[in-house]
């Protein structure tokens, strides 16, 4: 059994509070906002998570110190516009070799950088590790079946994680693609925007499976030309958490591109889906990295255009159909 601290007290921070209570962990849960922890305190359960009580074993804090001290494990759950600033904030307090996992999942636009490649920067002294894949945290806070990959720079800090989160309900692989991982959840934010728009506009199965489809492609391609690995992308980081966040309503991603779909703006579906949408800010950077490395994203081009641009989303279906014609995989030879 061990000490862990969660740092940040979100839908999904909280449910990884449930589970790795359950598995018998000491866990302390911290907020940056002290009514979030004062609620908890006193419900013992998340408004976005109605019915799931969180174990006796799991304290609550606002003080960032103590959800870090003599802690064996810290868990890095704010939404991914937070991560350098509370990194940063952590850096008092951080133990040499300490080691974080983060399990948020986002590109940092003005940088360009993965949320790890931010965790080390602000915390060199720190051994960073992510954890990603298709798990929605009602499903998780309810103990149903659900996989993910843990990946680490090392062997040894990958292994950690994945004993410590494993349990009856929650398996977990290792990986030692980091880039992969982390670009695969990412970027999948951003085609489910896209899957959400399709719905809202209220096309079916046959456009949601080619935006999945040529989605991964995308995404493939691009976390590919930045060091990942292809096997990565075919795996629960890549069409797995795909899948999942095109497909679900648990998805806020996919909700705000619904009501997207349906005529609202960019803003008016963040407000309506009342959480962080994290394919809108990880938009713009996908966009640029495409740029950086020469890399086509038209699904991804098209969804900046509608976010940002006031571009039509019919218009921008159409846009998408209508391109030049191409050959689904050019690396297959034709028989002589």
């Known amino acids: 059994m061990a000490d862990i601290g969660i740092i940040g007290a979100g839908s999904w ?21 002290p009514q979030e922890i004062a609620e908890l305190k006193e419900r013992r359960e998340h408004h976005n998570l109605p019915g799931v009580i969180l174990p006796e074993n799991v304290e609550f804090t606002a003080e960032l110190g103590t959800a870090m001290e003599r ?89 950690t994680v994945q004993n410590l989160f494993m349990g009856p309900a929650f398996r977990v692989y290792t990986s030692p693609d980091v880039a992969g991982v982390e670009l695969g959840g990412a970027l999948k934010n951003v085609i489910a925007l896209a899957a959400g728009i399709a719905d809202g506009l209220g096309y079916g199965d046959n456009t949601k499976a080619a935006l999945i489809t040529r989605g991964i492609h995308e995404i493939a391609r691009l976390g590919m030309a930045m060091g990942g690995r292809f096997e990565t992308f075919c795996g629960l980081s890549g069409i797995g958490d795909l899948i999942v966040t095109c497909a679900s309503m648990h998805s806020r991603n996919r909700r705000a591109g619904i009501l997207i779909g349906k005529g609202y703006t960019m803003q008016q579906a963040m407000d309506e889906v009342q959480m962080v949408v994290e394919g809108v ?56």
């Open 13 to 33: 921070g909280t449910a990884l509070a449930v589970l790795l209570s359950h598995s018998g962990h000491r866990v302390t849960l911290w907020s940056a906002l």
């Open 281 to 336: 800010y990880s938009a713009k950077a996908a966009l640029k990295l495409a740029e950086k490395y020469h890399v086509a994203m038209p699904i991804i081009e098209q969804v900046n255009l509608v976010l940002f641009d006031g571009k039509p989303a019919a218009d921008a279906v159409g846009d998408l159909m209508m391109r030049d014609k191409a050959v689904e995989a050019p690396a297959l030879p034709w028989p002589q």
């Open 71 to 159: 802690k064996e494990l810290l868990v890095l759950s704010v939404p991914s516009v937070y991560t350098r600033q509370t990194a940063a904030s952590m850096k008092r307090f951080i133990r040499p070799g300490q080691l974080v996992v983060n399990v948020a999942k986002g590109i940092e636009e003005s940088t360009l950088m993965t949320l790890s490649e931010i965790i080390e920067q602000e915390l060199p002294e720190a051994t960073v590790a992510v954890l990603s894949g298709p798990s929605h945290a009602e499903e998780v806070s309810r103990g149903l079946p659900t996989t993910c990959v843990a990946a680490a720079h090392s062997k040894e800090a990958a292994e």
